[in-house]
């Protein structure tokens, strides 16, 4: 393997030779054959010089032997050892060494060059000598000489500050770690490299880069995205028609898809590999394909297709300069045909080729004999050889385990050369910034002295002040200002969200009604296009409201039941022909252990996924965007869901990622005419309110994965949604009035609520409330949070005086509003633009709890109050309100105490919060039946404590108690 990794990178170092067009191909060898035919022709040394420079030069590529015996000849004939000419005729030699193999003879003439470069303090030739050491040392084996060298020749190129070296030497220098088994290292460097290459348009540089990170990737264990390299790799060098190194890319691909077990793709990509290595004629490309063949053979138990294919192996390395290139596939097939238990043809293999440890130059292949070795011995009941081949495969590992340490603490002394190269680097910055602002402060200082005397110091001092006063005055108004600004704006802002979800809530409800009624297919698809479109502008809407609420601090979060599977689907729908436009395709996932009902903010979730599915779908050509909902690994105590949003879009260099978390706009936005990017702030500032962060993993050209964790619970109830009718029909009587001024959210709230089995009656304002004849209790309220001509709470107030509702009646709330003003009789609140699932789940919700009694008897609790004096109020105070503290605090556990709720049950009892008094003691008798309290009640519990805490400081107020 380590052979045809040299032959790939000699190829590599010379493609652009390879370029040349057949045209330049045969003026070149008309060349060649016109300076041979002056040389014959020169009589005189000084005429022999020049022409055998030439001659070296000309044929470095095309004959490497008649190359180096033209540089001979210039050697032989002049003692010039210092001359410009001397020093290019060494570049030239090593050059042909390297095509040849020789890489020893290399490496001693780049030693030669490195000598006359220091001497000259010629940089860019130290840096040419430098990097030509390192590389042949590497191929030697001998990698961890080769680093500092690298090292040295990195810090010239960085001295330079010039893409070109910066890009050529990265991409030793990973070599070098790959070599060194230090795969982290050479990811980075070669991610580096690959940013460098992208810079400059270089797609040549890319194809290199990427196959390097396939390499490092499938040694580390990252097999997918080892094949993602590869896949990107082969399709530039295809894109580039080099045919000389499309195979090696073929046989990466196919490696990287049998680490993963795709044998059937693998073995495709193999037959490519051979196809393309024949029409080259590189037998040792030829040999590696057919060898990973003969293995898929012998995975599928084709013995016979196997042993044809290591015997074509034999035929191509048939002549002498292959010898070791043939004993090391030998062996190869020996481990692969022990690997599938043909102990007897390995046997009989291993017979024939009578192979010896001191053929095999590379510890790793001689541990690989050894261990074929005492396997085959063992087979044939040669013990004796069979310990001793043991014996030797331990001392080989222990040489091979200590080398493995050695190399580890080298790349570790590494990093720390390179980390204080950066760190001299910064600190001759600051030294030069420094010595700047000493030159200013000494300019200061001299104008400062010629200013005047004491009396003009005063006067400045004095007109310093007044000035300053002035502006201070000013910024107060100024600031002043902008409150009343943005109270104003806050005001409009919720009266806008308000005034504009509710019409959206009649449109979508009306368009889901129309749906069922439509036969034809054309106009179903019409009537779900206006429903998407209601969707989006429900999303930008969201947007805006969001940010402005998040930059006042007026953002609260809401639970909800949520179900995260019809989350999905419904953001499927909205944004599938987004996707589908482009070509794309858009999937979802959601692991078998995440919970099928849970307990968080639907708003917030539906809002963080739908700007990152669309910035998904904006930034990506071509390929698929994927949604995966799991459960976090790193939270094993906590119920934490992780939500990844992975496209294959352009993809981010880390600065562009940075960048990005910190507000600023991209290049890629300007290119595609993308707006600022107010999504992906929300994201950010949605996120940093309930503790997440956004996290961002790119590679670019290969695409991008946004994920973040969000905190929930389980939720034990699941409505029967399958059954209309389930939810009133578990009520006692099944009434309902409806007061909403809309006239589409009226009907369609009317038309929902009759499918589910209640009895409707509609009203559009108080004063048609208050002009239908006397009623008996309505058993259930749904009711807007602002009508025409009163709000919530004055509807509420006209229903108990006319007591049309007593606590066995169910109130609900539907507000456009985010976080509207609750009446404390208020049980559950629906935001607008609502579904018909999320109706239908809170009246199952509601219709599990027994009816509640009133929130507080207000002529009980002042009383109370009233008995007291003036410290003993606010000692009382200060005691309920920190009791009403614990039972937050205890609902977050896991289960709470059963003693703290219950001594909630009497004390707040005594003092009137008879709900709240109601509510411990189903808690309590939950937790004695099952351990803990379902979800439900917790929901209940934990509004309640809301509405009691705001009605008891309001009582308290009234008697002039500070809370």
């Known amino acids: 393997m380590k052979l045809h990794s040299v032959a790939f990178c000699l190829v590599l170092l010379y493609l652009p030779l390879a370029l040349f067009a057949q045209q330049g191909e045969l003026s070149a060898a008309e060349q060649r054959q016109l300076l041979q035919q002056q040389l014959a022709e020169a009589t005189l040394p000084e005429q022999q010089g020049p022409l055998l420079i030439q001659l070296t030069q000309a044929f470095v590529t095309h004959d490497p032997h008649l190359s180096l015996g033209y540089a001979s000849q210039w050697l032989n004939s002049t003692k010039d050892r210092q001359s410009t000419d001397y020093q290019k005729l060494l570049l030239e030699q090593i050059t042909a060494y390297m095509l040849l193999g020789d890489y020893q003879q290399g490496y001693q003439t780049s030693v030669e060059v490195e000598r006359l470069a220091r001497e000259k303090n010629d940089i860019k030739q130290l840096f040419n000598a430098l990097r030509r050491q390192a590389d042949n040392l590497n191929r030697l084996g001998q990698a961890d000489k080769a680093l500092p060298k690298a090292l040295e020749a990195m810090q010239i190129a960085i001295d330079a500050n010039h893409p070109v070296p910066l890009q050529i030497i990265r991409y030793d220098l990973a070599h070098i770690y790959l070599n060194l088994a230090a795969y982290p290292q050479a990811i980075q460097i070669a991610s580096d490299g690959l940013d460098l290459a992208m810079t400059g348009d270089d797609s040549n540089g890319q194809a290199n880069f990427l196959h390097l990170l396939a390499e490092a990737s499938g040694q580390y264990q990252q097999h997918q995205e080892a094949e993602d390299f590869a896949r990107k790799a082969l399709e530039l060098r295809l894109s580039r028609q080099e045919q000389a190194l499309v195979a090696k890319y073929y046989l990466s691909l196919a490696r990287s898809l049998m680490s993963q077990q795709k044998y059937q793709h693998s073995e495709q990509q193999l037959q490519l590999a051979l196809q393309a290595a024949q029409k080259v004629d590189n037998k040792t490309e030829q040999a590696d394909a057919l060898q990973s063949l003969a293995w898929l053979d012998l995975h599928f138990g084709r013995t016979e297709q196997a042993e044809q294919k290591y015997q074509q192996i034999r035929q191509l390395l048939q002549a002498d300069n292959f010898a070791a290139n043939l004993r090391i596939f030998s062996l190869q097939h020996l481990t692969a045909l022990l690997e599938f238990n043909q102990l007897e043809q390995a046997s009989a293999l291993y017979r024939t080729l009578a192979l010896q440890a001191s053929l095999f130059a590379e510890p790793q292949n001689q541990l690989n004999f050894w261990t074929v070795t005492a396997k085959l011995a063992h087979f044939e009941g040669k013990s004796a050889e069979a310990f001793q081949a043991a014996e030797q495969a331990i001392q080989l590992q222990r040489q091979l385990f200590d080398d493995k340490l050695h190399k580890q603490a080298l790349v570790i002394a590494s990093e720390q050369h390179k980390n204080l190269l950066e760190l001299k680097l910064q600190q001759a910055e600051q030294q030069n910034q420094l010595a700047q602002l000493n030159q200013q402060h000494q300019k200061y200082m001299l104008l400062l002295l010629c200013a005047g005397g004491f009396l003009a110091i005063a006067l400045l001092l004095s007109l310093f002040y007044h000035k300053s006063r002035r502006n201070q005055l000013l910024l107060q108004k100024q600031q002043e200002m902008a409150q009343q600004k943005i109270a104003v704006k806050n005001e409009f802002i919720a009266t806008l969200g308000h005034e504009i979800r509710t019409p959206l809530q009649g449109i979508d409800a009306v368009l889901a009604q129309l749906l069922p009624e439509l036969t034809e297919q054309s106009s179903q698809q019409k009537i779900k296009l206006a429903r998407r479109s209601v969707w989006s502008l429900d999303n930008i809407i969201n947007n805006i409201l969001t940010s402005s609420r998040l930059e006042h601090g007026a953002y609260h979060l809401s639970e909800q039941q949520v179900a995260p599977t019809e989350l999905l689907h419904r953001l499927h729908d909205l944004l599938e022909p987004l996707a589908q436009n482009k070509g794309l395709k858009l999937t979802s996932f959601i692991a078998p252990n995440v919970p099928a009902l849970l307990i968080l903010d639907e708003n917030l979730l539906t809002q963080l996924l739908t700007n990152l599915i669309s910035n998904a779908v904006k930034y990506t050509q071509q390929g698929e965007i994927e949604v995966r909902v799991e459960l976090d690994p790193r939270q094993q105590n906590n119920l934490t869901l992780l939500f990844k949003v992975r496209d294959t879009g352009i993809g981010l260099t880390q600065l562009q990622i940075s960048r990005l978390l910190r507000g600023e706009r991209l290049e890629q936005q300007r290119a595609l005419q993308a707006g600022p990017g107010l999504g992906m702030l929300v994201c950010q500032k949605l996120l940093q309110q309930v503790g997440s962060v956004l996290q961002i993993q790119s590679l670019p050209g290969v695409g991008t994965e946004m994920s973040f964790s969000l905190n929930c619970k389980n939720s034990d109830m699941l409505p029967e949604q399958s059954k209309p009718g389930v939810a009133a029909a578990d009520c006692a009587a099944n009434r309902a009035l409806v007061a909403e001024d809309d006239e589409l959210c009226r009907l369609s709230l009317q038309q929902y609520l009759t499918e589910l089995g209640f009895t409707v009656s509609c009203v559009a304002s108080l004063a048609q409330l208050q002009q239908l004849p006397p009623?008996?209790?309505?058993?259930?309220?749904?009711?807007?949070?602002?009508?025409?001509?009163?709000?919530?709470?004055?509807?509420?107030?006209?229903?108990?005086?006319?007591?049309?509702?007593?606590?066995?009646?169910?109130?609900?709330?539907?507000?456009?509003?985010?976080?509207?003003?609750?009446?404390?009789?208020?049980?559950?609140?629906?935001?607008?633009?609502?579904?018909?699932?999320?109706?239908?789940?809170?009246?199952?919700?509601?219709?599990?709890?027994?009816?509640?009694?009133?929130?507080?008897?207000?002529?009980?609790?002042?009383?109370?109050?009233?008995?007291?004096?003036?410290?003993?109020?606010?000692?009382?105070?200060?005691?309920?309100?920190?009791?009403?503290?614990?039972?937050?605090?205890?609902?977050?556990?896991?289960?709470?105490?059963?003693?703290?709720?219950?001594?909630?049950?009497?004390?707040?009892?005594?003092?009137?919060?008879?709900?709240?008094?109601?509510?411990?003691?189903?808690?309590?008798?939950?937790?004695?039946?099952?351990?803990?309290?379902?979800?439900?009640?917790?929901?209940?519990?934990?509004?309640?404590?809301?509405?009691?805490?705001?009605?008891?400081?309001?009582?308290?107020?009234?008697?002039?108690?500070?809370?």
Not at 841 to 861: C, F, R, T
Not at 893 to 920: E, F, N, T, Y
Not at 922 to 949: A, F, N, P, R
């Open 775 to 963: 009623q008996s209790p309505w058993s259930w309220v749904f009711l807007d949070g602002q009508l025409d001509d009163a709000d919530a709470g004055a509807v509420i107030d006209y229903l108990q005086q006319q007591k049309q509702i007593n606590d066995s009646s169910r109130l609900v709330m539907i507000s456009g509003s985010a976080q509207p003003q609750r009446p404390p009789q208020i049980s559950l609140v629906l935001t607008k633009p609502w579904r018909r699932e999320q109706l239908q789940s809170s009246i199952a919700q509601l219709a599990q709890l027994p009816p509640l009694h009133s929130l507080y008897q207000a002529e009980y609790l002042q009383e109370a109050i009233q008995a007291l004096n003036q410290p003993q109020r606010q000692q009382l105070l200060s005691h309920v309100i920190e009791q009403l503290h614990q039972l937050r605090l205890q609902l977050k556990q896991a289960p709470p105490d059963a003693k703290v709720i219950h001594r909630m049950i009497g004390s707040m009892g005594q003092l009137g919060l008879l709900r709240l008094s109601q509510l411990c003691r189903l808690s309590e008798q939950q937790l004695l039946q099952q351990g803990t309290i379902d979800s439900l009640m917790t929901m209940q519990l934990e509004l309640c404590l809301e509405q009691s805490q705001a009605e008891i400081q309001i009582l308290f107020a009234r008697l002039d108690v500070q809370c």
